[in-house]
C-alpha cells in the first residue's frame, strides 16, 4: 500500500493518506506555550481508524515524538533517538 503526506509544506501537522485519499495516520505536534515551530513539545502519530471514547470522538496515539527529551514512544514503549539511529554501513555501534 502506498501512503502520502497530504501537507508537504507543514510536515508536522499532516494526514498520512493511502492511495484512494482515505486517512491512515494524523500528524499533530504541540508548539507549547509559545506557539513557534522552534518551541514544539510533542508531536503525535494519532490512528486514522475513530473510536467513540467518553463522549468525544478520540483517535487512538499510536506514536509520539518527544522533542525536549529526544525521545520516540511506538506504541507505549520510549527510546532515546540514539538508541534508534542507524548508521549505514557499520557492523557494530561506536561513538
Known amino acids: 500500500m502506498e501512503a502520502t503526506l497530504n501537507n508537504r509544506t507543514d510536515v508536522l501537522n499532516t494526514h ?8 491512515l495516520y ?3 505536534t504541540d508548539l507549547g506555550y509559545l506557539r513557534s515551530r522552534f518551541n514544539r513539545t510533542t508531536t503525535f502519530l494519532r ?3 475513530v473510536t467513540l471514547s467518553s463522549s468525544d470522538l478520540e483517535r487512538p496515539v499510536v506514536g509520539a515524538i518527544h522533542w525536549k ?3 520516540f514512544e511506538i506504541q507505549g514503549e520510549k527510546k532515546s533517538i540514539d538508541d ?3 548508521l549505514e554501513g557499520k557492523w557494530y555501534r561506536t561513538k
Open 47 to 49: 490512528s486514522g481508524v
Open 26 to 28: 494524523f500528524v499533530e
Open 16 to 23: 498520512i493518506v493511502s492511495s484512494e485519499s482515505e486517512p
Open 69 to 71: 527529551e529526544k525521545a
Open 84 to 86: 534508534v539511529r542507524r
